[in-house]
């Protein structure tokens, strides 16, 4: 089984900033968040732990991982989506568009949303393969909890994946295939 958590909150999430690949730490809200996940998945075994290297998520990991003994493998495919120019500043009006894959935008120098369902993809074909007998905890962003969404769930080309995002803290589960998709 794969689970997927997102970080905890942030300063910037509850002031509606725009962070990427920008690494800004859990404001308590996170921490009380990601203490709240940590209960909630006492009673889940997993195996390994794998966390983006960004200090949200990594901090979410370590909490969760206070009274368990797992490893945490640093993976930088886990890293959220690089938004250019928007980092730091307020979400934009057309947030929606920048999240759709079937919009090839450039604008403000994020990083493509190919590039990144690349990124992504790449990585979870990897797990599926190597990790298969294994329960895993992914813990990361926001738009790679959508892609992660979308590949599992095969809904990558529905419009915008800003809709498919985990709230913050937020929990999910697959059963990776018994065969590689093919992306």
């Known amino acids: ?4 958590v997102r970080h905890g909150s942030t ?8 962070m990427g690949s920008k690494d800004i730490p859990l404001n308590d809200k996170g921490k009380a968040e990601a203490l709240n996940t940590a209960s909630l998945l006492q009673n889940y075994d997993f195996d390994l732990i794998i966390s983006s290297p960004l200090m949200r998520a990594l901090e979410t990991a370590n909490i969760i991982n206070k009274d368990r003994d797992n490893q945490i493998v640093i993976e930088d495919r886990l890293t959220e ?3 250019g120019e928007l980092e730091g500043k307020p979400y934009p009006a057309d947030n929606a568009e920048l999240w759709d894959i079937n919009i090839n935008t450039s604008k403000y120098g ?10 992504v993809y790449e990585f979870i074909n990897a797990l599926v393969d ?6 895993v905890l992914l813990v990361t962003h926001g738009g790679v909890t ?3 969404n979308c590949y599992f769930n095969n809904a990558l080309y529905d419009g915008p994946i800003s809709n498919k995002f985990l709230k913050n803290s937020e929990i999910a ?6 065969k590689k998709l093919e992306r």
Do not use: C, G, T
């Open 110 to 119: 994020v990083e493509s949303m190919q590039d990144f369902k690349d990124r």
């Open 11 to 18: 300063d910037w999430n509850d002031k509606k900033i725009s």
């Open 130 to 135: 190597n990790y298969a007998d294994i329960d």
């Open 81 to 83: 989506r690089y938004l």
């Open 173 to 178: 589960s697959y059963m990776p295939h018994v």
């Open 146 to 148: 959508a892609l992660i």
């Open 1 to 4: 089984m794969i689970y997927v």
